[in-house]
């Protein structure tokens, strides 16, 4: 068989390809919630996931459950609606400042999380930035720590094979 034969049959095998099978139909639909891009500082990112393998929550169950509980401190009504722009469209939320520099990657201590948020939620945070003159990366930095702190996740993880002493009563 010569080479031009052979590339041909090649060729003609290509073609004929079976038909691919239907697309298998998605049995979870994307759920419709917005999806809040953040940073969140390396300490508080070990704290998330240790709250993580404490509670089950997930990511998202715990900063939603964090902005919850820090925007009813704020005292943010649930049913809290932003204020519409003089065109008829949202608000854009206030930044927080850009505290990155040029640094390298082994050097940046803030870690990037974009949990999922109710939209609910998402309007309280929006009022909240508005009426906080802060950007919304502060409000859950400190909505996680305040949260965490409520529920006895500790600020550095225990050293396997350290002990504490316990207290001695006077």
Same mark, same amino acid.
């Given at each position: 068989? =010569?080479?031009? #034969?052979?590339?041909?049959?090649?060729?003609?095998?290509?073609?004929?390809?079976?038909?691919?099978?239907?697309?298998?139909?998605?049995?979870?639909? &994307?759920?419709?919630?917005?999806?809040?891009?953040? @940073?969140?500082? /390396?300490?508080?990112? %070990?704290?998330?996931?240790?709250?993580? !393998?404490?509670?089950?929550?997930?990511?998202?169950?715990? +900063?939603?459950?964090?902005?919850?509980? /820090?925007?009813?401190?704020?005292?943010?009504?649930?049913?809290?609606?932003?204020?519409? =722009?003089?065109?008829?469209? &949202?608000?854009?939320?206030? *930044? =927080?400042?850009?505290?990155?520099?040029?640094? #390298?990657?082994? !050097?940046?201590?803030?870690?990037?999380?974009?949990? *999922?948020? =109710?939209?609910?939620?998402?309007? @309280?945070?929006?009022?909240?930035?508005? %009426?906080?003159?802060?950007?919304?990366?502060?409000? +859950?930095?400190?909505?996680?720590?305040?949260?965490?702190?409520?529920?006895?996740?500790?600020? /550095?993880? !225990?050293?396997?094979? !350290? &002990? *504490?002493?316990?207290?001695? &009563?006077?």
């Amino acid at each position: 068989m =010569s080479r031009t #034969s052979a590339t041909a049959t090649r060729k003609g095998k290509a073609t004929k390809a079976e038909p691919q099978a239907a697309p298998s139909l998605r049995t979870k639909r &994307r759920q419709d919630k917005p999806t809040l891009g953040t @940073r969140i500082t /390396y300490h508080t990112n %070990e704290r998330l996931t240790a709250a993580n !393998e404490h509670t089950g929550l997930g990511i998202s169950g715990i +900063v939603e459950a964090a902005l919850i509980a /820090y925007l009813d401190f704020l005292g943010i009504p649930p049913d809290a609606k932003p204020p519409l =722009s003089p065109d008829g469209t &949202r608000p854009k939320r206030e *930044r =927080s400042i850009k505290k990155r520099t040029r640094r #390298s990657p082994e !050097e940046i201590d803030d870690q990037p999380i974009a949990p *999922r948020i =109710s939209h609910q939620t998402n309007d @309280r945070l929006t009022v909240a930035c508005i %009426e906080t003159a802060t950007g919304p990366q502060d409000i +859950v930095e400190t909505a996680l720590k305040a949260w965490l702190r409520k529920q006895n996740i500790p600020l /550095y993880p !225990e050293t396997p094979g !350290e &002990r *504490r002493a316990p207290k001695k &009563r006077t």
